[in-house]
């Protein structure tokens, strides 16, 4: 009796455990069969497309984010962020496809940014640029239960952006197609869908463009060598995020952007051409990539260039080491940014430069080349760049105080004072007054520039009249950027090659921009919560390496902080 029940319970046992090895190997079975494999967003981009940006997990950059000292410190100000059941809940939806159809498709989803035409408009007033663009989203859903949850999504922010906007539906070549056209300047969003894919874009084109990529016989971004390049370059596939930009695509992005930063540049289509000639001659495609080290954002950008060029490059600013604490003790606390240049000989390098650009250049770009490099010292008044570089030692810093520039100082080590100081005089007027400042002379112009400069301390400080009187005032009281705890606890990230170049940011503003989108805080809330003071100012490297140009910054918020304000200011201006 006893041998039969014992034999009774192995039974069980058995069968018992079998069952829950079939459970196992049944869940097993339907996790490997409903877990989505990635796939190369590059072959879903046209072969000719500017630009391309790819987000392969989301759920790991809003877990990322979730981890860094921003977020600690936004959580400990007392806001209620969004993200906090982010993580495991995408988890599951993620690996089992339970869940609401929202949450299965955002953690299972590749995005992909496209930009397949640039287009400046100059309306009279400003400088306008408008990319033709498409969102592609690889949805790794069924399309039965992912299009209806996203043509909802989309017509909601159509309405948004546009209030006063039609609704269509039609079929361009076999494909159906949803438009939203705003009733006021005929703007659209347009939503076509191929297979589990989805594609938003704000032009029909756009979407078409996209399609024709994942069609039979069409040519995709992925067979192009530079994007391969660029993804070794900045290792992508150890990143979260992941952006290129062709030579064609840098080229019209710069000379689309260059009037707005560079004063005296014309908008006119013609100079447009001259200067999108003259990227693609010196450069030849541009990537960043996206990293979360340190609880900081990582982003790292590479921009390739001939060889000859960089060695050229190379050889005239090599040997700089950084600057000493003196020019830091003139910038005020709340400076904006520093720019520190580490060059050993300036004068070298400004020729090493010209040279290097003009090489690469016809005679239209030669000629072009010293002009173009005169106007970024400009807003610092200086008007003869070679003379002056001769003049001075290897400290250089260039500062804004404020975030729009209006009041930009230019502090140096003086090397020939008698040699400056001619230079000072020359470019101020014989009009210029003296003021004193905190016990400082500080030498004014009288036009409407209001240039001004003061020699302290074997040191040249030269700028705008505000800029520089603050800097007095700040050498004088001996409370500068140097005590400031947020500059103190800046890490730079380590660099590919020596840097030349090392610029600290006060990123409160794209921070705060960033963290309202994913906290239930209002934007004028964290902007001047005491609290985000404390995070530390974002570094920025920029080094020159042997196939191009390499600069990595750590920040509060990253690149992703400076297109959320941007889509934040778009999207309250409609």
């Given at each position: 009796?006893?041998?039969?029940?014992?034999?009774?319970?192995?039974?069980?046992?058995?069968?018992?455990?079998?069952?829950?090895?079939?459970?196992?190997?049944?869940?097993?079975?339907?996790?490997?069969?409903?877990?989505?494999?990635?796939?190369?967003?590059?072959?879903?981009?046209?072969?000719?497309?500017?630009?391309?940006?790819?987000?392969?997990?989301?759920?790991?950059?809003?877990?990322?984010?979730?981890?860094?000292?921003?977020?600690?410190?936004?959580?400990?100000?007392?806001?209620?962020?969004?993200?906090?059941?982010?993580?495991?809940?995408?988890?599951?939806?993620?690996?089992?496809?339970?869940?609401?159809?929202?949450?299965?498709?955002?953690?299972?989803?590749?995005?992909?940014?496209?930009?397949?035409?640039?287009?400046?408009?100059?309306?009279?007033?400003?400088?306008?640029?408008?990319?033709?663009?498409?969102?592609?989203?690889?949805?790794?859903?069924?399309?039965?239960?992912?299009?209806?949850?996203?043509?909802?999504?989309?017509?909601?922010?159509?309405?948004?952006?546009?209030?006063?906007?039609?609704?269509?539906?039609?079929?361009?070549?076999?494909?159906?197609?949803?438009?939203?056209?705003?009733?006021?300047?005929?703007?659209?969003?347009?939503?076509?869908?191929?297979?589990?894919?989805?594609?938003?874009?704000?032009?029909?084109?756009?979407?078409?463009?996209?399609?024709?990529?994942?069609?039979?016989?069409?040519?995709?971004?992925?067979?192009?060598?530079?994007?391969?390049?660029?993804?070794?370059?900045?290792?992508?596939?150890?990143?979260?995020?992941?952006?290129?930009?062709?030579?064609?695509?840098?080229?019209?992005?710069?000379?689309?952007?260059?009037?707005?930063?560079?004063?005296?540049?014309?908008?006119?289509?013609?100079?447009?051409?001259?200067?999108?000639?003259?990227?693609?001659?010196?450069?030849?495609?541009?990537?960043?990539?996206?990293?979360?080290?340190?609880?900081?954002?990582?982003?790292?950008?590479?921009?390739?260039?001939?060889?000859?060029?960089?060695?050229?490059?190379?050889?005239?600013?090599?040997?700089?080491?950084?600057?000493?604490?003196?020019?830091?003790?003139?910038?005020?606390?709340?400076?904006?940014?520093?720019?520190?240049?580490?060059?050993?000989?300036?004068?070298?390098?400004?020729?090493?430069?010209?040279?290097?650009?003009?090489?690469?250049?016809?005679?239209?770009?030669?000629?072009?080349?010293?002009?173009?490099?005169?106007?970024?010292?400009?807003?610092?008044?200086?008007?003869?760049?070679?003379?002056?570089?001769?003049?001075?030692?290897?400290?250089?810093?260039?500062?804004?105080?404020?975030?729009?520039?209006?009041?930009?100082?230019?502090?140096?080590?003086?090397?020939?004072?008698k040699a400056l100081r001619g230079l000072v005089a020359q470019r101020l007027?014989?009009?210029?007054?003296?003021?004193?400042?905190?016990?400082?002379?500080?030498?004014?112009?009288?036009?409407?520039?209001?240039?001004?400069?003061?020699?302290?301390?074997?040191?040249?400080?030269?700028?705008?009249?505000?800029?520089?009187?603050?800097?007095?005032?700040?050498?004088?009281?001996?409370?500068?950027?140097?005590?400031?705890?947020?500059?103190?606890?800046?890490?730079?990230?380590?660099?590919?090659?020596?840097?030349?170049?090392?610029?600290?940011?006060?990123?409160?503003?794209?921070?705060?921009?960033?963290?309202?989108?994913?906290?239930?805080?209002?934007?004028?809330?964290?902007?001047?919560?005491?609290?985000?003071?404390?995070?530390?100012?974002?570094?920025?490297?920029?080094?020159?390496?042997?196939?191009?140009?390499?600069?990595?910054?750590?920040?509060?918020?990253?690149?992703?902080?400076?297109?959320?304000?941007?889509?934040?200011?778009?999207?309250?201006?409609?």
């Amino acid at each position: 009796m006893v041998k039969l029940t014992y034999h009774a319970t192995l039974m069980k046992a058995a069968r018992l455990l079998t069952l829950a090895f079939l459970l196992l190997g049944c869940l097993g079975a339907y996790l490997w069969w409903s877990h989505p494999t990635k796939v190369d967003m590059a072959a879903y981009a046209p072969g000719d497309a500017l630009a391309y940006l790819e987000i392969n997990d989301l759920p790991t950059i809003l877990s990322g984010i979730t981890q860094t000292q921003a977020w600690e410190t936004l959580y400990a100000s007392g806001s209620s962020p969004r993200l906090q059941r982010v993580n495991w809940l995408s988890r599951v939806a993620f690996w089992t496809g339970i869940g609401s159809s929202e949450q299965v498709i955002l953690s299972r989803a590749q995005f992909a940014v496209v930009v397949v035409g640039l287009e400046a408009v100059d309306n009279e007033r400003t400088l306008l640029i408008r990319p033709a663009a498409a969102l592609i989203i690889e949805t790794h859903t069924s399309p039965g239960r992912m299009m209806p949850v996203i043509e909802k999504s989309v017509g909601d922010l159509a309405h948004r952006i546009y209030p006063q906007s039609t609704h269509t539906r039609k079929i361009v070549d076999g494909f159906s197609f949803t438009e939203w056209i705003s009733t006021n300047d005929n703007r659209s969003i347009v939503l076509g869908f191929f297979d589990t894919e989805a594609i938003i874009g704000n032009s029909e084109k756009a979407v078409l463009a996209c399609i024709a990529a994942r069609r039979e016989g069409a040519k995709s971004l992925m067979g192009n060598s530079e994007l391969q390049l660029t993804r070794s370059k900045l290792r992508s596939d150890t990143a979260v995020a992941f952006g290129y930009l062709s030579t064609d695509g840098l080229g019209k992005l710069v000379a689309a952007l260059a009037p707005t930063h560079v004063e005296g540049l014309a908008t006119s289509p013609q100079a447009q051409q001259i200067l999108a000639g003259l990227t693609g001659k010196l450069f030849k495609s541009a990537g960043w990539s996206l990293r979360f080290q340190n609880r900081m954002f990582e982003d790292s950008y590479f921009v390739a260039a001939p060889q000859d060029l960089t060695t050229g490059l190379q050889e005239s600013t090599g040997g700089g080491t950084g600057a000493s604490p003196g020019p830091y003790l003139f910038l005020p606390q709340e400076v904006y940014s520093v720019t520190e240049y580490r060059v050993e000989n300036p004068s070298l390098a400004w020729r090493g430069l010209n040279r290097a650009l003009s090489s690469h250049l016809d005679i239209i770009g030669a000629v072009l080349v010293t002009p173009l490099l005169k106007s970024t010292l400009a807003p610092y008044g200086i008007d003869q760049p070679e003379v002056f570089l001769e003049a001075i030692g290897g400290e250089i810093l260039t500062a804004r105080l404020d975030e729009d520039g209006a009041n930009s100082v230019l502090i140096v080590k003086v090397k020939e004072e008698k040699a400056l100081r001619g230079l000072v005089a020359q470019r101020l007027g014989v009009k210029s007054t003296k003021e004193n400042v905190s016990g400082y002379e500080m030498l004014v112009s009288v036009g409407e520039d209001s240039l001004a400069a003061s020699f302290v301390d074997q040191y040249l400080v030269m700028g705008s009249s505000t800029a520089v009187r603050s800097c007095l005032i700040t050498k004088s009281r001996g409370e500068s950027l140097s005590s400031q705890p947020a500059f103190k606890h800046a890490i730079p990230a380590p660099a590919p090659s020596k840097p030349v170049t090392v610029t600290y940011t006060r990123d409160i503003q794209s921070t705060s921009e960033l963290f309202s989108l994913i906290s239930n805080s209002s934007n004028q809330q964290l902007t001047y919560a005491d609290s985000f003071r404390v995070l530390p100012y974002a570094v920025t490297t920029t080094a020159i390496g042997t196939e191009g140009f390499e600069r990595v910054t750590r920040s509060s918020s990253g690149l992703l902080g400076t297109l959320a304000g941007q889509i934040q200011r778009e999207l309250s201006s409609k």
